[in-house]
């Protein structure tokens, strides 16, 4: 029982580097979604996916893209690191959209200077 | 805009004690409200949701509680231990797929 699962734990990256977040899960989940928390504050959606091949934007996009060929992956792209990208990125997912509880995994904390 | 605030931001009671976490919320159209828990370094734990035709909810010694109408939610944790010391979000559950958080609520429980 996995569940959801991202990987890295931990990254540190220089501005204008890109990386890519990865984030899969093992549920059998439609929908799949990336957040991000900073310090002392609530998560804010970046995108969304309600299956395959299906992708939409949330609250705070700029600066990320994402892609769901598959319904266990829905890794999370920075292209170009900028400080204000520094903080704690979620992946969560649920079977349904409505009514059900979210799935979160661990989180990847992110530096960029 | 749905916009979720949780009130306090920060408690600290001993251990044994009934304690009131609060969450309001601006938009009562909600699908569902959730309540997680957040450990240090930790992802989320799902610990409660109320989906929007229910009143409350209850798991152990937690009960929440959802008045739509008047934009909020309660979580009552009953004798308070050590071990329930991280923080609490609330979340609420709208249109679109989507759920908005509010800052959560840091609890520390002191032996």
């Known amino acids: 029982n996995a569940g959801v699962t991202q990987t890295p734990k931990f990254r540190i990256l220089k501005i204008g580097q890109s990386m890519t977040l990865q984030c899969t899960q093992d549920m059998n989940h439609n929908y799949m979604y990336w957040y991000r928390q900073d310090p002392g504050m609530g998560l804010k959606l970046i995108y969304y996916?309600?299956?395959?091949?299906?992708?939409d934007k949330g609250e705070v996009p700029n600066g990320y893209n994402v892609s769901r060929s598959t319904t266990e992956d829905f890794p999370l792209r920075l292209e170009l690191a900028a400080p204000s990208q520094t903080s704690v990125y979620f992946c969560?997912?649920?079977?349904?959209?409505?009514?059900?509880?979210?799935?979160f995994g661990n989180g990847t904390r992110l530096t960029v200077t | 805009k749905q916009e979720v605030t949780q009130i306090p931001a920060a408690l600290s009671v001993p251990e044994g004690e009934n304690l009131v976490l609060n969450c309001s919320f601006t938009d009562s159209a909600i699908y569902n409200l959730q309540w997680f828990r957040q450990d240090p370094g930790k992802g989320l734990t799902s610990l409660l949701l109320?989906?929007?035709?229910?009143r409350e909810q209850t798991s152990g010694r937690l009960n929440a509680s959802l008045d739509k109408s008047s934009g909020r939610s309660t979580l009552y944790i009953a004798a308070s231990q050590p071990g329930d010391s991280a923080t609490y979000l609330c979340?609420?559950?709208?249109?679109?797929?989507?759920?908005?958080f509010g800052g959560g609520t840091r609890l520390m429980v002191k032996p």
């Open positions: 109320i989906q929007s035709s229910q």
């Open positions: 996916s309600v299956g395959a091949g299906i992708t």
């Open positions: 979340a609420v559950h709208n249109a679109g797929n989507m759920l908005t």
């Open positions: 969560a997912s649920t079977y349904g959209g409505q009514g059900m509880a979210l799935h």
